[in-house]
């Protein structure tokens, strides 16, 4: 067995400490996609690095060439290299292809895109693949043909199954086997028909399997914080963010079936609750909360003589409308730069203009209102915002307006952030470069400069895909 399943990734990193053991240096290259999940799973595998003193090396990649180049670099030229991670990129191809095996390398596979490619699942120990399920679960079939494929013919090659073009020879072969017994002919012939039919059928199953097309597996960043919490480690503010950050920019490029994402968001939701719980004097005071509650204020801390001194640092649930950034601008803005806006309303057309002017004014906000920054609003109007939009989304084909998400709160220092700011964020400053995009997760300038970026690239995208509309009516 390659693949390493979901809940022995433990398994997997112990090779890294081992083989850390052995080299006088840096014992581990991460080859890392520059996608944004990628950029959050890397803050993890690295946060878990230095805590064990591992010394590593980061090599961002964008294509399959550069990984090809940047591996034999790396790897074929470094002896003390003792493993090699592989980041959102090299579970679809036969990594064989792209890295020169030896008995002292271990290759680490984490990517959520798929199909697999079955050398890496199936084939070579030295390859270890992370697997979020699809593999235990559902390949036991595949695993069966793969294997069939690839090592039936030398067990049956006695018998006379090698290749059909060797027919006539096989069958001269049977003939002296079994002398003058026609039943015995027979069954030879009989069990090499139905070896054929099983080679078959097993081609057929694996050709299936390839052919089904890309699609988007477990995020990275969380297959990472399952990681880190198999290995004892308390999940911290940092990590649970970049395991939620990863989730969002998959569902925000649509990576992820809206089944997968809410099945995702309630298993990270109950890390939240644990890490997010309030202070003890707080606690007794405090109704549990609603599962979603977007108008609720964050808890606020309390020093020692009872006073309050604002809203403490911590990752909140919450019920988040799909317009773009809207905590960082106008509503108006956020939602005429919002491309599920745009599409469901068609807002390239007068019509569409008329529409979302009436659904504002339905929302309850005067124009001046939906103008102003949407962090100068009142609670109590933010918090109708969200149910007027609940009662009124469909009748725009909006319904799917409010998606389960996550806020992350810095107390005063900074303005909170949702989840889908946060990858939007990510996606923009990629743009940029691999380690801004990196930077953005830990450095509060960093991450400001992302969301400006992203609300200047948010409406570049729309107002283009309006003007193309425009002139096509």
Not at 234 to 259: F, K, R, S
Not at 283 to 292: G, M, N, T, V
Not at 432 to 461: H, I, K, S, V
Request: proline share 4%.
């Amino acid at each position: 067995m390659v693949y390493v399943a979901s809940n022995k990734y433990e398994d997997a990193y112990q090779r890294i400490v081992a083989g850390a053991g052995h080299s006088s240096g840096t014992s581990v290259v991460i080859f890392a996609a520059a996608d944004g999940d990628s950029v959050c799973a890397l803050h993890i595998l690295t946060t878990l690095l230095k805590r064990d003193s591992i010394g590593h090396r980061i090599v961002p990649v964008h294509s399959y060439g550069e990984l090809g180049e940047q591996s034999t670099r790396q790897i074929s030229q470094g002896e003390q290299i003792r493993t090699a991670v592989f980041l959102n990129c090299g579970g679809s191809v036969d990594i064989q292809d792209y890295v020169a095996l030896r008995d002292s390398l271990t290759v680490l596979i984490v990517d959520s895109h798929r199909p697999f490619n079955l050398y890496n699942i199936f084939w070579n120990d030295s390859v270890q693949c992370l697997d979020d399920g699809d593999v235990e679960e559902s390949m036991a079939e595949l695993r069966a043909a793969f294997e069939d494929i690839e090592f039936g013919g030398d067990s049956d090659s006695d018998s006379g199954s090698a290749s059909d073009s060797d027919d006539d020879g096989r069958s001269r072969a049977a003939r002296q086997r079994v002398g003058d017994d026609p039943e015995a002919f027979v069954r030879v012939q009989r069990e090499r028909a139905e070896r054929r039919q099983t080679r078959a059928h097993s081609r057929q199953l694996v050709q299936a399997y390839y052919a089904q097309g890309a699609y988007h597996g477990q995020p990275s960043a969380v297959s990472m914080l399952q990681l880190a919490e198999q290995l004892g480690h308390p999940p911290t503010l940092d990590t649970v963010w970049c395991a939620i950050a990863g989730l969002a920019t998959q569902h925000q490029l649509q990576h992820i079936a809206a089944e997968g994402y809410d099945l995702l968001v309630a298993r990270l939701r109950d890390t939240v609750r644990r890490i997010s719980a309030p202070p003890p004097q707080l606690q007794a005071a405090r109704e549990p909360p609603e599962p979603f509650n977007p108008g609720a204020e964050l808890p606020a801390e309390e020093n020692s003589g009872g006073a309050v001194n604002g809203p403490r640092q911590a990752i909140s649930e919450s019920a988040e409308l799909r317009f773009a950034l809207l905590r960082h601008w106008s509503l108006d803005r956020a939602m005429r730069s919002s491309p599920l806006v745009a599409g469901r309303l068609a807002t390239w057309s007068s019509k569409g203009r008329s529409r979302l002017l009436l659904l504002v004014a339905k929302l309850g906000l005067s124009r001046a209102e939906a103008q102003a920054p949407f962090v100068h609003l009142a609670p109590e109007l933010r918090t109708q915002l969200h149910v007027r939009m609940r009662e009124l989304g469909a009748d725009y084909s909006l319904g799917d307006a409010l998606a389960a998400g996550f806020v992350r709160s810095y107390g005063w220092r900074r303005p909170a952030v949702s989840s889908d700011d946060m990858a939007l964020a990510l996606l923009a400053l990629l743009h940029e470069g691999f380690y801004a995009a990196y930077d953005a997760l830990t450095q509060p300038e960093a991450l400001q400069r992302g969301l400006d970026a992203a609300m200047a690239l948010q409406e570049r995208l729309v107002g283009l895909g309006v003007q193309m509309l425009e002139r096509q009516a």
